[in-house]
């Protein structure tokens, strides 16, 4: 085997085909690797080629080139995400597993193989680095394809939406759009929405070690990787309003999520934060008493973001009153933001409605 026998044999690429692919995966492995650029270098190419990471970047620019035979695009990106079913020790998946997949699916393409190597990829991707981060460009229509697979079943379906919200190395810091892409999909039914939602409500880490009961074999070097990934703080804040979008009452939700300690540890001012969203989103539909005693438990709670927060909402809501309690607060820079903002408002500096709004609407740091 080398190179132009893979080409020809395996991907079906044409006579006229052969030499523009070789030059392809010259440049994507000499761009970004340490592949040695030189006029003798086919057999070097071939062994190259055949570790998933340096094929996954050869693909990553046959798919996007113009030119190139669907078919062997197909090929290739079935080999890419395929391949990682033999991951061994110390190997990475390729990068662009999203890309691919995105591809297969916007041409009806992808099968259930696919789905598997996907999920594989995603649970071998190399930690701490930023060299494997998509555009939702391609993971949005990826989701679209993979979850419309009739073969995949719910508990897959499940495992496979928090494996892709946990993979920082893929999504970085999109995972609020894509965790809202998910929640709108029809072809995901409510109450597998509202068990994920729940999970990440309540989860920070959703893989306990030993304790989550994979749908699919997973060994347990791969529960090791699985089970030090964290959710975004931000995805957690948002899967509280999609609770009660998606059914749970508002209430019940609010009177849980506000109370202290109720969820702590990575992500748990985040959670009480989408509480906040999610009363600002309910107000007018609350008794006074109830907001009220909601928004003062909010501004007890231990976290300071979150309390500064509660306090805001009291402003956009209920004027200076509440934020005037702000002044009396245990945390020092609190005490002094209130004092400033008050000292504004008296010199006729009164925030806007909108401001106060997208104030409220600012993310905390995951």
């Not at 997949?101 to 190597?117: I, K």
């Not at 679209?144 to 079943?153: A, H, K, S, Y």
């Not at 965790?179 to 880490?205: G, P, T, Y």
Request: hydrophobic share 40%; net charge negative.
């Amino acid at each position: 085997m080398n190179t132009r026998i893979f080409l020809k044999r395996h991907l079906d690429a044409t006579e006229e085909e052969v030499p523009r692919l070789i030059d392809m995966a010259t440049d994507s492995l000499a761009d970004g690797t340490d592949y040695p650029d030189d006029e003798e270098s086919d057999d070097r190419l071939w062994r190259y080629l055949q570790y998933p990471y340096y094929l996954g970047l050869f693909a990553q620019s046959v798919v996007s080139a113009d030119g190139i035979s669907a078919h062997v695009k197909e090929k290739l990106c079935h080999a890419v995400l395929q391949v990682n079913m033999h991951l061994e020790r110390g190997q990475e998946p390729g990068p662009g597993i999203f890309q691919l997949t995105a591809w297969l699916a916007n041409n009806g393409l992808l099968s259930h193989q696919d789905y598997l190597g996907l999920r594989k990829g995603i649970i071998w991707l190399p930690r701490l680095t930023d060299n494997y981060v998509e555009s939702t460009d391609y993971i949005l229509p990826a989701c679209d394809g993979v979850f419309r697979d009739p073969e995949i079943e719910r508990e897959q379906m499940i495992e496979l939406i928090l494996m892709i919200l946990t993979a920082k190395e893929a999504i970085g810091g999109q995972g609020r759009v894509i965790f809202d892409h998910l929640m709108e999909m029809n072809v995901l039914n409510k109450s597998l929405k509202r068990e994920v939602c729940q999970i990440v409500v309540e989860e920070a880490i959703p893989f306990p070690r030993g304790e989550y009961d994979h749908p699919l074999e997973t060994s347990a070097e791969e529960q090791d990787r699985l089970s030090i990934r964290f959710l975004p703080g931000s995805v957690r804040r948002l899967a509280v309003v999609w609770l009660a979008r998606l059914g749970k009452d508002p209430l019940e939700l609010l009177k849980r999520l506000l109370k202290p300690n109720t969820v702590r540890g990575h992500g748990g001012d985040h959670v009480a934060s989408g509480a906040l969203d999610l009363l600002n989103e309910q107000w007018d539909d609350l008794k006074e008493e109830t907001r009220m005693s909601l928004l003062k438990k909010a501004a007890s709670l231990p976290d300071t973001s979150v309390r500064k927060r509660a306090y805001i909402l009291g402003e956009k809501n209920l004027g200076l009153d509440f934020l005037e309690q702000a002044l009396d607060d245990k945390a020092k820079s609190l005490r002094e933001w209130a004092e400033e903002r008050l000292e504004n408002r008296e010199d006729g500096k009164d925030p806007t409605t909108e401001e106060l709004t997208a104030e409220l609407a600012e993310q905390l740091e995951d």
